[in-house]
Each structure stands twice: as structure tokens, then as C-alpha cells.
Nanobody, 114 residues
Framework: VQLQASGGGLVQAGESLRLSCTASGTIFKFNGMGWYRQAPGKQRELVAAVTRDGNTIHTDPVKGRFTISRDKTKSTVYLRMNGLKPEDTGVYYC?????????WGQGTLVTVSS
């Protein structure tokens, strides 16, 4: 199983980042994919998802600022994050969606300073 997230970093409020996640081919082929995040002291939550058919879902806190996309040829899912806010701080993970795998990978840390 491979779920390799990257692209996080320390940015100031209002700036942008693009996260990437490469998944095992079997995960990517048979599932939708989602980006999740876990803020300090909080439970992990869904941020955005792309279905097997390519439809996208963005949760209310990120709607209009974040965009999920995928490259099926590379088994990679992306999360473009614009207008970052301090409340976007957390560890970002990718995983299958809607039924996530037990394995989450190491995630990538996003820190947004005010």
C-alpha cells in the first residue's frame, strides 16, 4: 500500500500551496480519492474528494479556495490551496474515499501563520 503525500510547508495567511499524493495503482483504480486533514487537538476531517467518475466534492470550510484534481496516468491526486487561513493548519493526508483505508501514510504538514 502506498499513500505518499507531499507539498506542505510554512506559509503566511493568504498564500497558496499545492499538495500532491501518489497512491498505489490499485487504490487509485478502484476508489475515489480524498484529502483529509487533522488539526492539532482535533479529529481528522474530509477536506475534498474526487469520485471514480471524476466528480469533485469540496467541504464548506474550503469551498471556493481549495481545488482537488487527479492525474490517473500518474495515480496522483492534487490539492490546490489558495487563500490559506491559520485555521487550515494541520497534517494533510490522502486516502481512498468514501471508504478510507486503515493505513494513512505519514501525511504532509501545512502551517499557516497569521
Amino acid at each position: 500500500v502506498q499513500l505518499q503525500a507531499s507539498g506542505g510547508g510554512l506559509v503566511q495567511a493568504g498564500e497558496s500551496l499545492r499538495l500532491s499524493c501518489t497512491a498505489s495503482g490499485t487504490i487509485f483504480k478502484f476508489n475515489g480519492m480524498g484529502w483529509y486533514r487533522q488539526a492539532p487537538g482535533k479529529q481528522r476531517e474530509l477536506v475534498a474528494a474526487v469520485t471514480r467518475d471524476g466528480n469533485t466534492i469540496h467541504t464548506d470550510p474550503v469551498k471556493g479556495r481549495f481545488t482537488i484534481s487527479r492525474d490517473k496516468t500518474k495515480s496522483t491526486v492534487y490539492l490546490r490551496m489558495n487563500g490559506l487561513k491559520p485555521e487550515d493548519t494541520g497534517v494533510y493526508y490522502c486516502n481512498a474515499w468514501p471508504n478510507s483505508l486503515a493505513y494513512w501514510g505519514q501525511g504532509t504538514l501545512v502551517t499557516v501563520s497569521s
